[in-house]
């Protein structure tokens, strides 16, 4: 067998939640009889509107029965229209006034799947899924409607993927028989190490432990990639999901460092900003409004510029407006400019990978430029965006106290992911 060939494939089905459903509305029925309540999870929804199920309550308490329907939002369909047949449009208003925090109505998109809950033809409950991970829930309560979100219920499969590249990361996902959604989820993990368009190589290997969502058996997209390795050159880089004190949830390596690395600060060590980035200001030397993107740092000559983040020197140049200018491309979609210097740090070229903090060039006044100042410019996916608001830093490591927690899981994960080399290695 090829190495290139090998992909390996484990996994199980687990259920996300226990569902406590039968106990639940049992219990229901026998404290309250006036209103009744909806299962807390949903089941399944069938494309076309139809009822699906009848409930019939225990026989000693004679309730009526709890009518269901499921549906799925067409082309014209609003909040009104699907529930005014069961409520009076008044209490839609309402309704709608109030669920604007959670999920304004007005929002309900074509092709999402609803349930409407019936007791004798009058709104129990309204359930509409906002996305793959989110259903807004209307629930009749003593004298009026609770609104709440809550998470979509699904099966979810755990599985081991483990695929060596051949040209690109979506060749060897869509090779493996996965969905593309994989690559951006690996491309995201890993952003701020690997260029996926740059130094991917034959050679290159993924391994992931990520979970699979499944409603009524059909995919419905990846949950968690709990662990993936990522072997890119010869090097291993890992990544550990973690779920932070405050929900956040983010991946860390196995000394429990946060993969989103920082930019520096600032690219220099400066005596104040001479101007901040904006869309419009009045140009010194130009007489005019301008719009300025990026932030001047006012600072002696010749003052150590720093490349704010790992990178490689896409250009280098003069002319009359940016004087002495480098732009340098960093991971992530990032770009940054260093406009008006008065040299270039010795060795400094195009197309030369540089690391946080080097120096790259010295403060000057070249181009338009009343005094010695360093422009810098920010850009993500092109677009200037402010660096004093949106330079990213890193996340917190994971608390000491939390490491011997972090490493137990990490080792769990470890293991899964290995289990799958080693089947690997079995096979013929
Ligand atoms: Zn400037």
């Known amino acids: 067998m090829k ?3 090998k992909i390996i494939r484990m996994g199980r089905f687990v259920r996300e939640s226990p569902k406590k459903l039968i106990g639940f509305v049992s219990l229901f029925f026998i404290l309250v009889s006036a209103v009744p309540i909806v299962d807390p999870g949903i089941t399944s929804f069938p494309r076309m509107s139809k009822i699906v199920s009848d409930f019939t ?29 069961y409520i009076p449009l008044k209490i839609i208003y309402d309704l709608d006034s109030r669920s604007k925090e959670i999920f304004p109505l007005t929002r309900i998109r074509k092709g999402q799947p609803y349930k409407i809950s019936l007791l004798e033809d009058s709104l129990v409950a309204f359930e509409y899924e906002i996305n793959k991970n989110d259903r807004l829930v209307i629930q009749k309560g003593m004298d009026t409607y609770s609104i709440s979100k809550s998470p979509i219920e699904y099966d979810i499969k755990e599985e081991t993927i483990s695929v060596d590249i051949r040209t690109s990361l979506a060749e060897a996902v869509k090779r493996s028989g996965e969905y593309s959604a994989l690559t951006w989820k690996l491309a995201d993990i890993f952003a701020w190490d690997i260029d996926f368009i740059r130094d991917i190589q034959f050679g290159d ?6 979970e699979k969502r499944f409603k009524n058996g059909k995919f419905y997209g990846y949950s968690d990639i709990k662990a993936a390795f990522f072997t890119n050159k010869g090097v291993e880089y890992k990544a550990f999901l973690h779920e932070d004190a405050n929900g956040r949830k983010g991946y860390y390596n196995e000394k429990g460092e946060s993969l989103k690395k920082a930019f520096l600060k600032a690219p220099l060590h400066y005596s ?5 980035f904006s869309n419009r200001r009045f140009h010194p030397i130009l007489k005019k409004y301008r719009a300025h993107p990026g932030v001047d740092y006012a600072a002696p000559k010749n003052t150590d510029i720093k490349t704010v983040a790992d990178g490689t020197i896409v250009r280098m140049g003069y002319n009359n407006s940016m004087g002495r200018h480098m732009m340098i491309r960093h991971l992530n979609g990032y770009e940054t400019s260093y ?7 010795r060795g400094m070229k195009k197309n030369k990978k540089v690391l946080q903090g080097d120096v790259i060039g010295y403060v000057g006044k070249t181009g338009l430029a009343t005094g010695y100042h360093l422009c810098f410019r920010l850009l993500k996916e092109g677009r200037p965006v402010d660096p004093l608001k949106q330079t990213p830093s890193s996340a917190k490591p994971i608390l ?21 080399e080693k089947l690997a290695g079995a096979t013929p």
């Open 3 to 5: 190495a290139e060939d």
């Open 57 to 85: 309550a225990p026989s000693l308490m004679a309730s009526p029965p709890i009518k269901t329907i499921l549906g799925t939002v067409k082309k014209g369909d609003t909040a009104s229209s699907l529930l005014n047949t």
């Open 205 to 210: 290997h993924f391994k992931v432990l990520a």
């Open 272 to 276: 104040r900003i001479s101007s901040s």
């Open 339 to 345: 406009f008006h210097m008065n040299k270039y740090a």
């Open 400 to 420: 000491q106290k939390k490491m011997d927690g972090f490493i137990a899981q990490t080792m769990k994960y470890s293991e899964k992911i290995n289990a799958a």
